[in-house]
DNA sequence: CTGAAAGCGCTTACAG
DNA sequence: CTGAAAGCGCTTACAG
């Protein structure tokens, strides 16, 4: 109520509530060993006061004892150009810039074809007493089972890349696929009309269909629905196994005979695929629209055959999720461990700003 | 050479160099009062060591005793909607998350329309010995005059929103208006198509037609040029000023009746003013692209009246400014204080994301 | 259950 | 020209 508005410290506090600073450290902290009677006095000058911690003292003595340690758990690259180094580049960014306040981070990884190998990492990181783990909820069951050690332990958990509904409330930074797909939806049209053919391309491993896709095609859809009588829009989809390269099997090459696709929307990182496809095909005139800043894709971008990239901004990702941890661990403030990343486009003339992030 | 790879102390350093403390801060300060023997050794072990000062624990010192104040001069605004609070936001932003390492920002005003307004703040703002600046370089002679007493007082001053090129070199945060023009010129063809008439529309208050439109109105062009034989596209182009509303005046009508607009470019802020001019002039299928998220242009995007905005990002801006000039003034690190902040491209479906920046 | 004291790494006023 | 000491605000090990 009557609340100081010079920010008081530990020491002003004592002496208004008649103890120790020993002892308001005690009570801010929960330490225990303390009587419920000083315990209420002092609480009630910390509530008046409106004290808040100065963080960058409490860092100054916690760094030097006690480094806040994160657990990476993310798919293992075979090169630094994988899509799942990138997150890994904004874990560092952010490590880099945290270490003088006392933060690290330690690095699991697991094989995206094998929920098992996911699984196996759960015990050495909660045995690992780490403060907070950073992964991705592909797998349901083994993200569950993680989530229910985690928590036990009070270990926050943040899950990068795809949202997905678990057992309980994850706290997820990640781009909203099925909006993505809407602006998909909105940017194609605009190129293409609402004359010509859509294909929705999903080319899948070995686990086929993933909940992003499911999404990003749905979003798309739900673009054309709101906006156009739908049912005039042709819009077919492909889903096509990942072999190695994209082929044109005799589907694909049944689908493209019955109707040339004038709009193409690959729900993943996989649009360099098509140009070549389409070439070899004598299709011409189709416009693309794809997903995240690769080599290839951004080579074709840059040369025309890709008309739009939507970027997900996986270093960002990274980024946020360390610097959210953080700011949660140190300063109790979760706001920061759910993020909505903005929906990003990129055409030939912005791509420069957006290759690293 | 054989540098630590452990974070050394002042108090190591002290001790490889068998001095005090005291006499290693001076030399790392250059305070002076130290014998130049004695500081060739302790440099040495500096140099040697990888020295790097633990940032926590000097801002931890000196938030208490000497706080870092940032003068910033911007365009006085008559309420917040208005294009020039939004830098100030991400000032502030900035300033709440960096104060409890003692940062301040001071808030100077000057009129758009008035240079000698401008001219008029220099003398306190230098007076009142600031550590930085931050504004906006609208007016040449006032910018280089600023820029000049400023170094000599070793000010660092930051400009944002608009790059131009001043007596000596100074800092910008902003966008590239250029490529701005080019991503717009990308995005009207695509919905366009190489048939349709163009229109670029300056829409500028007394003072003419600012660097900015300028250089928008290059890109966009240049990315005709380069994409398109571009005497085959017609470009034309209407300055307006604006006395409030855009009305249509005879050289508007003139020109929509010789030409009927099928894109329309608007350069700055004002793209709102179209539909409704459209309207009142009956034409109709006419795509428009223009800058900013105030809320007309966001509401008309939202209609579908407005098919794409470039987002500045005022807010970041702002922000970034302000947390620049921290890490240049704390760690002497000036890579932050050039940015070339992204061209943001905003639809419909992702305007929510980038409302607050 | 509580207090007094040392210490995180850097900065500075004071003493010599 | 140089050193010893106090202090920034918080945390913790120790003593009682």
Redesign the interface.
Known sequence: MNSENKNLGIKELAILAEVSIGTVDRVLHNRGGVSSETKKKVLKIVEDSGYKK????S??KL?ATSVIRIAILVPETKNDSNYWSLPLQGVDAAVTELS??GISAEYFFFDLLHPKSFGERIDPIIDGNFDAIITVPFFEAESNRLLARARKQDMPVVFLDTERTLNSKGNFIRQNSF?AG??A???LH??VGSQGIYFVVNIVNERGKQINNYQRENGFRA?FSENYKSDQIEIHVINHPMEGELDLTPEIQQAFQIAQPKGIFVTNARSYMLPRLLESNNIVNTRIIGFDLNQKNVAYLKSGAI?FLINQKPQYQGYCALKGLYKYLTEEEDSQLNM?I?????????VS??END
């Open positions: 100065n963080i960058i003292a860092r100054l760094a003088v306040f909006i809407m602006v939806g909105r940017l605009g190129l673009f008309d909505d903005p929906v990003e486009i990129v055409v030939k003339e912005n700003f957006f």
